[in-house]
């Protein structure tokens, strides 16, 4: 291993006890009025992506980019959650903080795997800004190995993969997987004349690795860096995921700051990868990026994508706290796209569900269902054939102010919009889905939290995360239907509230 850049700098556990202590003093101030009761979250500071994502020892493990001191990004370290059963979480002590010399400006994201020797390894990008202080002249970028034995205290292996051209500016996130008894390691590069690529490298013993190929390289030559890149089989195929930098807006598409999304193709091992379909993004909220995928025990894919705060204003960094993830969704294949579902154990969080039935409701007007809704899980559908209204749907996060996040069908553009143009806090702008109308059905699914919303179109044909800050009082659920000459026909509707994902709540 490269030594003379392994050097230590600071111990560990100091230095997680100085992060902790910070988070417990954020905490003391942190203001619940939009953090998550059923979104992993750290119990205050900032963070990004999911990381080192696993089960491990009977529990699934969720890490995450951590900045302990404050609610914007910086200082990363790596906070953790664990659970049974990816229903019911424990907070953990935080895993790692930046102790090494490569790691200087921070511990950044990667994946982890369950050891030849049985251990929880994981595989991370050691970080130092080029000139010291920030991002204007790159990155000096590593991949470095951690190991334990419990899942919760690490032992740092230093670097196993150095940058190997210092033209290059960006050179992070590695994702691993075994097959066929060879360890396959694939990260984001950004390459001296700025291209996005995606880099194989593989290794017999997880400690020496060798250059494979470039796996992927960004046909558009404006996306400059593909972050987070993942790569794994469905029945028989595989994907190639990233998150695009440098990705400009097209139509209702990529109209996020950085876009997170897939191709499919073949891939065989010691081969190229073939891509077979268009790239489609994992999500068409606002606020999804930097995914990153496992395998449960049971075999399924699972996901967790981060709500990436990326546009201002963000309020609730405010409130001592800033960000969380997705609910965690299986990930199965449908065609020349995926489908991404709510795990079904996170219907054990339902309580109190209740039944609207079918609903008739004239155009232009609206119907109260639920008075204050912290959170909610709703499952209505709308039946397109009978209904001439031009748009049908919720007004989520209603408050008295007039406030809401409007979830709808809208006829003329023939898609799902999710839309923040009434809300006083945070970005406001909307985001479309298509949507599939060969059945004459609409199915929505809408996951509601203190400062969040999923909609789940068509059993998760699509999905769209969105922050939504809802103003003060009471926050309402409302059915609306509007324009046309007609009525709305909801086949059926009924919204059940969720209970808190922690083992033992904050307060
Ligand atoms: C993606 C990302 C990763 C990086 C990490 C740093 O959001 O920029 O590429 O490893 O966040 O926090």
């Known amino acids: 291993m490269n030594q003379p850049t392994t050097k230590e700098n600071a111990d560990m556990s100091a230095q997680l006890d100085k992060a902790q202590k910070s988070i417990d003093r954020l905490f003391a101030t942190r203001n619940d009025r939009w953090y998550p009761q059923c ?8 963070i990004n992506d999911p990381n080192g994502l696993s089960y491990y020892k009977g529990r699934y493990h969720a890490y995450f980019q951590l900045n302990p001191y404050g609610s914007e990004w910086g200082n990363m370290h790596w906070g953790h959650v664990s659970s049974a059963d990816l229903v019911t979480w424990r907070r953990e002590p935080l895993a790692m903080a930046p102790t090494l010399e490569v ?17 929880l390894t994981i595989y991370y990008t050691g970080h130092r800004w080029r000139n010291g202080v920030d991002d204007d002249d790159g990155n000096l970028q590593e991949q470095c190995m951690a190991v334990s034995s419990d899942g919760i205290h690490f032992e740092k292996k230093g670097v196993v993969i150095p940058c190997p051209d210092d033209k290059i500016l960006h050179f992070r996130d590695p994702k691993v997987w075994k097959m066929g008894g060879l360890w396959y390691m694939v ?9 996005g690529e995606i880099w194989m490298y593989t290794s017999n013993d997880m400690e020496h690795w060798t250059f494979d190929r470039v796996i992927y390289r960004h046909p558009d ?3 400059f860096m593909l972050e987070c890149p993942d790569m794994f089989p469905l029945e028989d195929k595989w994907v190639i995921c990233y998150s695009a930098m440098g990705l400009k807006p097209h139509g209702f598409e990529a109209r996020n700051h950085n876009n997170a999304g897939y191709v499919i193709g073949s891939w065989q091992p010691g081969g190229d990868f073939h891509q077979e379909t268009g790239f489609h993004l994992w999500d068409d909220g606002h606020n999804f990026y930097a995914p990153q995928t496992f395998q449960a025990p049971d075999g399924r894919r699972l996901v967790f994508g981060w709500m990436s705060p990326f546009t201002e204003p963000i309020p609730m960094q405010e409130d001592g706290w800033c960000g969380q993830f997705t609910v965690p969704r299986e990930v199965t294949l449908a065609g020349d796209h995926l489908r991404c579902l709510p795990v079904r154990e996170f219907s054990d969080l339902d309580q109190d569900r209740q039944d609207f039935g079918p609903i008739e409701l004239e155009v232009n007007s609206s119907r109260d269902l639920v008075d204050d809704a912290q959170t909610a899980d709703i499952n209505m559908e709308i ?3 009978k209904s001439q209204a031009e748009r049908i749907g919720l007004e989520i996060h209603r408050t008295q102010s007039g406030d809401h996040t409007l979830v709808c069908y809208d006829d003329q553009l023939g898609r799902v919009v999710l839309d923040r143009h009434c809300n006083t806090y945070g970005d406001r702008g909307y985001r479309t889905a298509p949507v599939d109308k060969s059945s004459g059905k609409l199915k929505l699914r809408i996951i509601v939290d203190r400062g969040s ?18 103003a003060e009082g009471p926050r309402g659920i409302r059915l609306i239907a509007e324009s046309g000459e007609g009525k709305a026909l909801i086949s059926s509707l009924s919204i059940a509230k969720l209970g808190t994902i922690w083992e033992e709540p904050d307060r």
């Open 39 to 46: 979104h992993i979250a750290s119990k205050a500071g900032w």
């Open 103 to 119: 790691e200087k400006d921070g511990v950044f994201s990667g994946s982890a795997v369950v050891g030849d020797d049985g251990r």
């Open 187 to 195: 990260f984001g590069v950004s390459t001296p004349a700025q291209r």
């Open 221 to 223: 030559p404006e996306v």
């Open 383 to 385: 039946d397109l054939n």
């Open 453 to 470: 919303v999923e909609v789940v179109v068509n059993d998760g044909l699509e999905i769209m995360s969105s922050y939504s800050f809802p």
